[in-house]
């Protein structure tokens, strides 16, 4: 009795790392999507601001009312991901996909194994509630004193 109740603990803490786990990635995660769809904004409307600036500046006016949204996207865009460009300049996308995939795939592999955990964990509690209601029950010790009926 007392290794199945090891057993179930054990299961619990492991359960409870996992989920920890868990939701590191999936908040790496969501920051990561964040930037990819961000980064997917700013290459969509930069042609936009591209050809913004190089119109004259009297042009400039009528051009920015006209696209006034895409040019708003792409400066919100572009000033969210200025502090993840390198020394180049460049934004590290190949690297942010790959991270994306490497944690999605991670994430799927301990969803799968706490799921798996989960029902070891109900089997086990399971058979261990079995085992107590089978388990004689022990007599209550004297406390030194009688209840009277």
């Known amino acids: 009795m007392q290794d199945a109740e090891r057993e179930i603990m054990d299961m619990m803490r492991e359960q409870t790392e996992l989920r920890g786990r868990l939701n590191s990635i999936e908040g790496r995660l969501k920051v990561l999507a964040e930037l990819l769809k961000l980064a997917k904004i700013y290459k969509v409307n930069k042609p936009f601001y591209d050809e913004y600036k190089a119109l004259p500046p009297r042009k400039q006016k009528k051009y920015a009312a ?32 790959k991270e994306y995939e490497k944690l999605t795939a991670e994430k799927n592999e301990i969803s799968k194994f706490t799921m798996s955990l989960m029902e070891r964990l109900r ?27």
């Open 66 to 97: 006209e696209y006034k949204k895409e040019l708003g996207l792409f400066k919100s865009a572009s000033g969210h991901l200025k502090k993840y460009r390198n020394a180049e300049g460049k934004l590290p996308l190949a690297a942010w996909a």
């Open 123 to 149: 089997q086990s509690d399971r058979i261990r509630k079995m085992a107590k209601e089978v388990t004689p029950k022990q007599p209550q010790r004297n406390r030194g004193w009688e209840m009277e009926h």
